[in-house]
């Protein structure tokens, strides 16, 4: 079978209900809906966001291979659960992906979702932490932001904008058209400044807790 013909996915999420909490789970092509079906139960408050998908080789190597990097940081050895920021578990996948497929699973992950699982989830987000702001953070306008592998960027227009192949427009609209969704997510791990992504500037700058 051809590295792009595999159909074993890991899977990193996040929940604003689960703060610091890194949900990395696996399943097939041929199992996604059933799976990510499963995980919004009565038990999650809000639904899940995916903060990054991918086809691997193998599974079952990709998953020692985050035991032996994050196996400290692990909650419950039952659980796929870690206590660690999304992105370092997304370098990793990185070195061993056949295919970044973020937006596929985003999207089963959304389905079956009503307006007011999607607005509660908003809701608790905005609640937590302040709306994103380039000037508060330190990112002056003019700045250049980096779109994961560095081959896309914007320039920062004013505290809250962005330019994008010549338009004015939110850090997560230009997201949402780069990953070709029709729907929101969240924009700050994708993006980078002068090295660091702007999630870990954000919660630099405002001082996020844990709880």
């Given at each position: 079978?051809?590295?792009?013909?595999?159909?074993?996915?890991?899977?990193?999420?996040?929940n604003p209900a689960m703060p610091n909490l890194t949900k990395v789970g696996k399943t097939t092509q041929g199992d996604i809906e059933t799976r990510l079906s499963q995980l919004y139960t009565t038990g999650v408050p809000v639904p899940f966001e995916c903060a990054y998908a991918c086809q691997v080789k193998?599974?079952?190597?990709?998953?020692s291979a985050l035991h032996l990097a994050f196996g400290n940081t692990r909650v419950n050895p039952k659980r796929e659960f870690f206590k660690i920021e999304p992105e370092r578990v997304i370098a990793v996948l990185k070195l061993l992906t056949v295919r970044d497929v973020t937006p596929q699973v985003a999207q089963e992950l959304s389905q079956g979702l009503d307006a007011t699982d999607k607005e509660s989830r908003d809701n608790l987000k905005r609640?937590?932490?302040?709306?994103?702001?380039?000037?508060?953070?330190?990112?002056?306008?003019?700045?250049?932001?980096?779109?994961?592998?560095?081959?896309?960027?914007?320039?920062?227009?004013?505290e809250k904008r962005v330019n994008y192949l010549n338009?004015?427009?939110?850090?997560?609209a230009a997201t949402k058209k780069i990953m070709g969704l029709d729907y929101s997510v969240q924009p700050a791990p994708?993006?980078?400044?002068?090295?660091?992504?702007?999630?870990?500037?954000?919660?630099?700058t405002y001082s996020v807790d844990e709880e």
């Open positions: 079978m051809g590295a792009e013909e595999s159909s074993d996915i890991v899977y990193v999420l996040t193998d599974c079952s190597t990709v998953e609640s937590r932490r302040p709306n994103m702001n380039f000037a508060q953070m330190g990112i002056p306008t003019g700045a250049i932001l980096l779109y994961k592998d560095d081959c896309i960027q914007v320039t920062v227009v004013d338009t004015t427009c939110s850090l997560t994708h993006w980078t400044f002068q090295g660091k992504t702007l999630k870990k500037i954000y919660e630099e």
